[in-house]
């Protein structure tokens, strides 16, 4: 099984439950699956348990290459549903401070207007199963990012940005 992961906002994709995909609102296409070279970053995972340490390893990831912590959602995407929709998947090299989870990037690719309704119609059907996303407090992002800062094969607090650093810090004080 392939899974991906990607980080939304459920918010703006709950709008279109129960909508036609010509119905669905602008913001969530524009606002959450905002392409680069026509391309929507994604994680490749082995797990669709958001506790696993696979998932928390891309979590950890993705989280690091964020500005600084806050709260996010995540949804998990099945590789081979989507390639079966005709969304090309492409192996690319994530950009983050985690190297050695990097290469478990991958990019949706060759999007166009039909392909990202595509993937705008999966990400809809994906919220009729509550099991397929999951909202990641602050708090819960900073204890996954934690629990890998320093350890043998992830990264070091002090490559994360300004942001990370002082949240980490403020926790380590108060333990």
């Known amino acids: 099984m392939s899974l991906l992961l990607r980080k939304f906002s459920r918010s703006k994709w709950e709008f279109n439950l129960h909508k036609d995909v010509g119905e669905f609102s602008a913001d969530s296409i524009t606002g959450c699956t905002r392409t680069q070279s026509n391309t929507l970053s994604v994680w490749q995972t082995d797990d669709s348990n958001f506790d696993s340490e696979s998932t928390k390893d891309v979590i950890a990831a993705l989280a690091t290459s964020m500005d600084a912590p806050a709260t996010i959602d995540v949804i998990i995407l099945d590789?081979?549903?989507?390639?079966?929709?005709?969304?090309?998947?492409?192996?690319?090299?994530?950009?983050?401070?985690?190297?050695?989870?990097?290469?478990?990037?991958?990019?949706?690719?060759?999007?166009?207007?039909?392909?990202?309704?595509?993937?705008?119609?999966?990400?809809?059907?994906?919220?009729?199963?509550?099991?397929?996303?999951?909202?990641?407090?602050?708090?819960?992002?900073?204890?996954?990012?934690?629990?890998?800062?320093?350890?043998?094969n992830t990264f070091a607090k002090e490559n994360l940005s300004d942001k990370w650093i002082q949240a980490i810090e403020r926790i380590q004080m108060r333990c």
């Open 79 to 152: 590789a081979n549903e989507l390639s079966g929709l005709g969304v090309e998947i492409e192996e690319t090299l994530g950009n983050t401070v985690y190297t050695a989870i990097n290469s478990r990037h991958r990019d949706l690719s060759h999007l166009n207007y039909a392909s990202l309704g595509v993937v705008s119609r999966y990400i809809v059907e994906q919220l009729g199963n509550e099991s397929s996303y999951k909202r990641i407090t602050k708090s819960k992002l900073l204890e996954i990012v934690m629990s890998r800062v320093d350890q043998p």
